[in-house]
């Protein structure tokens, strides 16, 4: 790994998922990162995990990523600005308007302050989950709020936010907060809030509907599992725009439910197939293909659902020198197989394959 | 590979993706497959595959698997019936009551006929993303319709349908039809609409604001790119359960615009809450979802990232003989230590906890 663009001392304020995946990640870039969490559990947790080190009297930081809960954030900006002068700070809050809207209200100078948004995260929260290669590929908007331009002290506040994300291999997006506000509530709020509608749904299934249940259900629910605290403060502060969305939903709504009510009246069938091709086109225009952003190829092995068995697999893959980047297995109820997803480097596969072949262990080919 | 239960010839009509997907599977057991296509062209791409012989005059299958288009499904399920007087006949189609009602209306004898519908798919079709494997693990209902119970002529309609999806690695879930048909408007049917209104909204955004898009919105997505074809007559034929749970979701989707448009005001915040909540028990119904299966208990454990490591927890856990009924690695580079979801059954949770600590493995006890 090489080096780091950062040069000095990175302070992290919140040791969660987000500060101690941005400690990982600098740390592997050989940065000093100082991690401060008002929580003891939580930052002993993140230091035991290789987030950082615990701050210390001398610390003089260069540069201080606030990773606090989202009601937590303005605040906790306001007192680090105070208590490092010579520290340029920055937030990963979701939502930037808002903030920068309360920054001014508290009568924060924030010529030392830009806030940035890395879209990255996980269901789970905390340390524990934290990873350093969570931000690689993602984009990560460095949200301007007060006419910044790329000049001045802008410049500088600018160029350390954007080497913090490059050296987190992100890559950084330079908006306005009212169009990052704007943008994150189409792919990310109304997402979750769409999910949630439908994950609700589930509750009144039977057992027995919901054993028939696929990838795709699981797809679009997935997450509705995520944390209720979080979003709660997501959706109200980024209300508007996300209200704004889902009216037009409900337009949507309201018309196939009309349709769907006497789907043999003239027109219907049109309307019906008016409606998926919208989604087919909307879908298309996501950039990028379906899983492009996975780093690893998966491998479908079938594991015999007995003890003993899926030792056997990673023994055998361990003998044939192949690491293993990560490892899924799946049991359907009442099958004889389980399927173990075993993701490996892409240039791993082929070699993977033929090993675990030669052994006999059969692969899953409807599932590469 | 063992042989198939299923005895004689199988004649499959119908050579898209479910079609030549019995037949690969099937063939891949040693069992005669015929395969029948309207189209030649379709018929010949599905021999090539591999997915059965050609039609002759001398054929006497023992099982007709229909495979065809839902619209079309009915009147070829009374043509084979009529054309094999000795066959057992079943298909595919993903709704069961219209087109058991259908049969009536056309005056079919339904004696030897029994509809079934695989939990299987892909949103690719025809014979050629056809796969032998695509049904192993799934749930695949034998859909009554016409109070079958498991004596005399139903019982061996039954069993010879419930061959052919042991054969194919699948496990048969008996259900009344219009049960299945509910359940598949919850766990399919809705999934689809929700995911095209979603998708639907991807037209206005700007091409910068979709660069922000995450797996979130990819996966809730995903399956706004299916056939708009296929789904007009699913969504057609399936109306009724379908707008009963759209119904539904407009309550909450009404309740949360409200909610949304003042999320200051009295109560607000707990309304957000309690959508956000059912959405997480609701998706935490989904069977085998790592972590959230009731039936389950997990245990978390941290392994030394080093090559070994987790093969040697596993041969532990084999050792001890304890079954594990799910695992999930959390790899995260940069980090000291992996964590392993171990899910066994709750019995088993007690000794295996005991066992891996007298071993020497640190339990994540944060996440128990």
Chains 1, 2 share one sequence.
Do not use: C
């Not at 509530?185 to 769409?194: G, M, N």
């Not at 049109?270 to 293909?289: H, T």
Request: glycine letters at 10%; aromatic letters at 4%; charged letters at 25%.
């Amino acid at each position: 790994m090489v080096g780091g663009r950062l040069v000095g001392q990175v302070r992290i304020v919140g040791a969660g998922l987000l500060g101690s995946s941005i400690g990982l990640g600098l740390r592997a870039r050989g940065i000093e990162t100082i991690v401060h969490d008002a929580s003891p559990a939580a930052l002993a947790l993140a230091i035991d995990y290789g987030a950082g080190r615990a701050a210390t009297e001398l610390d003089d930081p260069g540069l201080i990523v606030v990773a606090v809960p989202p009601d937590l954030t303005a605040q906790v900006i306001a007192r680090e600005l105070s208590e490092f002068p010579n520290a340029i700070v920055t937030d990963v809050a979701s939502i930037k308007l808002p903030l920068f809207e309360e920054l001014k209200r508290l009568g924060v100078d924030t010529s030392r302050y830009l806030g940035s948004h890395p879209l990255a995260g996980r269901e789970r929260g905390g340390a524990i989950s934290a990873r350093g290669d969570l931000f690689i590929g993602r984009p990560w908007v460095i949200a301007t709020s007060n006419g910044e331009d790329a000049n001045g002290e802008d410049a500088k506040k600018i160029a350390v936010i954007e080497d913090l994300i490059l050296d987190l291999e992100a890559f950084p997006v330079l908006m306005p907060a009212e169009e990052h506000d704007r943008s994150v509530a189409l792919v990310s709020h109304l997402p979750q809030v769409v999910s949630s509608l439908l994950a609700k749904r589930l509750l009144d299934g039977t057992d027995r509907s919901l054993g028939l249940a696929g990838q795709g259900l699981r797809d679009t629910t997935r997450i509705a599992a995520s944390d209720p605290e979080l979003w709660i403060q997501i959706l109200s502060a980024n209300h508007s725009p996300i209200v704004k969305l889902l009216e037009l939903l409900r337009v949507d709504l309201d018309s196939i439910i009309s349709t769907l009510s006497d789907p043999s009246a003239a027109g219907a069938r049109r309307a019906i197939a008016q409606l998926l091709a919208a989604g087919n086109s909307g879908v298309s225009r996501l950039p990028g293909k379906h899983g492009q952003d996975r780093k690893f190829s998966s491998i479908f092995v079938m594991v015999e659902d007995r003890p003993g068995e899926l030792a056997r697999l990673l023994t055998e893959i361990g003998e044939a020198k192949i690491n293993l980047e990560d490892l899924r297995l799946e049991h359907a109820p009442g099958a004889l197989f389980g399927l173990a997803e075993i993701a490996v480097l892409p240039e791993a596969e082929e070699r993977l394959l033929s090993e675990l072949e030669s052994r006999g262990w059969r692969i899953a080919e409807a599932y590469q």
